[in-house]
């Protein structure tokens, strides 16, 4: 399976997007996917993801929100209010196992399937 995560670009401060990890080869449709984001020089964080409900990191609550379209071959993040911080390199990660631990959700090591990244940047 493959995933290929889209809808980045360069956005000011307050702006809005919408990323799209669009999936080939292979359906999640019972399973985890979720988006993770890496900053220059730091590690790469969870962001959200959902299988049995949503998870978010702190840092993004409110403002993210992670759905699936009907055929769950496409999963989005709709972000909104963006700040300079959220500037990173964001990867969507999936999984055919949907995770009942919920500190699963949040763990890299957890997921099989990685798309490329999209960069998001944000300009103050």
């Known amino acids: 399976g493959q995933l290929q995560a889209s809808g980045g670009g360069l956005v000011q401060t307050g702006d809005s997007l919408r990323l799209s990890c669009a999936t080939s080869?292979?359906?999640?449709?019972?399973?985890?996917m979720g988006w993770f984001r890496q900053a220059p020089g730091k590690e790469r964080e969870f962001v959200a993801s959902?299988?049995?409900?949503?998870y978010y990191a702190d840092s993004v609550k409110g403002r993210f929100t992670i759905s699936r379209d009907n055929a769950k071959t496409t999963m989005y993040l709709q972000i909104s209010d963006l700040r300079p911080e959220d500037t990173a390199v964001y990867y969507c990660?999936?999984?055919?196992?949907?995770?009942?631990?919920?500190?699963?959700?949040?763990?890299?090591?957890?997921?099989?399937?990685w798309g490329q990244g999209t960069q998001v940047t944000v300009s103050s």
């Open positions: 990660a999936a999984d055919d196992r949907c995770f009942s631990v919920s500190s699963f959700y949040r763990q890299r090591s957890k997921y099989y399937y």
């Open positions: 959902s299988c049995r409900g949503a």
């Open positions: 080869g292979h359906t999640f449709s019972r399973g985890t």
